[in-house]
C-alpha cells in the first residue's frame, strides 16, 4: 500500500526531475493554458513551485497579480499523473531569480537577469490528485490470475492537501 507521504514524495521527484507541466489560469476567459517548466527550490512536498515567464505573454497579461491556477503533470515514464490547484502570483523578490537562475533560463532573456522583460511566478499548491499508473507485464499477470484491478487501483490514487500558503511577500 502506498502512503499518502509516499505519494507527496514521489511527486516532487518526479517534478524536480522532468520540470514540464501545463499550467493554466482557472477560470479565464478563452482558457489561458502554457506548458511551463516547474523549478522546485526545496524537496518538501508543497513547497513553492516558481515558474520563469515573460512580461508580453498572453499569459502573464491573463495573470494579474494574483489568480487561481491549476497545473498538470505526467511523468515521462507515464508512471505518474498528477493535477494541482493552488494560487499563483507575481515573485518580486530578486533573490529567488538569483537563486533559481540557470542556463535554460537564460536563453530565453537577452539581457538576463535584467531583462526587463523577465518575470518570475510562485504557484503555491494547496490541493493534489496524484496517480500511480503501474500498467506493466506483472498487472496483467495479476489480472489474469484474478486480481481484482479495483481494489489493486485503490492505494495507487491519493488526494493530498499541500497546504498552499498565499505567496503575499517573499519566501
Not at 513551485?49 to 512580461?55: A, E, L, N, R
Given at each position: 500500500?502506498?502512503?499518502?507521504s509516499?505519494?507527496?514524495?514521489?511527486?516532487w521527484?518526479?517534478?524536480r526531475?522532468?520540470?514540464?507541466?501545463m499550467l493554466?489560469?482557472?477560470n479565464?476567459e478563452?482558457?489561458?493554458?502554457q506548458?511551463m517548466?516547474?523549478l522546485?527550490?526545496?524537496?518538501r512536498p508543497?513547497?513553492?513551485?516558481?515558474f520563469f515567464t515573460?512580461?508580453?505573454?498572453?499569459f502573464?497579461?491573463?495573470?494579474?497579480?494574483?489568480?487561481?491556477?491549476?497545473?498538470?503533470f505526467?511523468?515521462?515514464d507515464?508512471?505518474?499523473f498528477?493535477?494541482?490547484?493552488?494560487e499563483l502570483?507575481i515573485?518580486?523578490?530578486p533573490?529567488?531569480?538569483?537563486?533559481?537562475?540557470n542556463?535554460?533560463?537564460a536563453?530565453?532573456?537577452?539581457?538576463?537577469?535584467s531583462?526587463?522583460?523577465l518575470r518570475?511566478?510562485r504557484?503555491?499548491?494547496?490541493?493534489?490528485q496524484?496517480?500511480?499508473?503501474?500498467?506493466?507485464v506483472?498487472?496483467?499477470?495479476?489480472l489474469l490470475?484474478g486480481s481484482d484491478?479495483?481494489?489493486?487501483?485503490?492505494?495507487?490514487k491519493a488526494?493530498?492537501?499541500?497546504?498552499?500558503?498565499p505567496?503575499?511577500?517573499?519566501?
Amino acid at each position: 500500500m502506498t502512503s499518502e507521504s509516499e505519494m507527496a514524495e514521489r511527486l516532487w521527484k518526479s517534478l524536480r526531475s522532468e520540470r514540464i507541466v501545463m499550467l493554466s489560469l482557472v477560470n479565464v476567459e478563452g482558457g489561458s493554458s502554457q506548458p511551463m517548466t516547474a523549478l522546485v527550490d526545496d524537496g518538501r512536498p508543497g513547497s513553492p513551485i516558481w515558474f520563469f515567464t515573460s512580461s508580453d505573454t498572453e499569459f502573464f497579461r491573463a495573470l494579474g497579480q494574483r489568480h487561481r491556477a491549476a497545473a498538470h503533470f505526467a511523468a515521462k515514464d507515464h508512471e505518474l499523473f498528477a493535477s494541482f490547484e493552488g494560487e499563483l502570483g507575481i515573485e518580486e523578490d530578486p533573490h529567488m531569480v538569483d537563486r533559481l537562475w540557470n542556463p535554460f533560463v537564460a536563453a530565453w532573456y537577452e539581457g538576463g537577469k535584467s531583462d526587463p522583460r523577465l518575470r518570475l511566478l510562485r504557484f503555491d499548491p494547496g490541493h493534489a490528485q496524484v496517480w500511480l499508473n503501474e500498467n506493466s507485464v506483472f498487472a496483467g499477470l495479476k489480472l489474469l490470475l484474478g486480481s481484482d484491478p479495483k481494489r489493486d487501483y485503490a492505494d495507487k490514487k491519493a488526494d493530498l492537501d499541500l497546504g498552499g500558503r498565499p505567496s503575499r511577500g517573499t519566501h
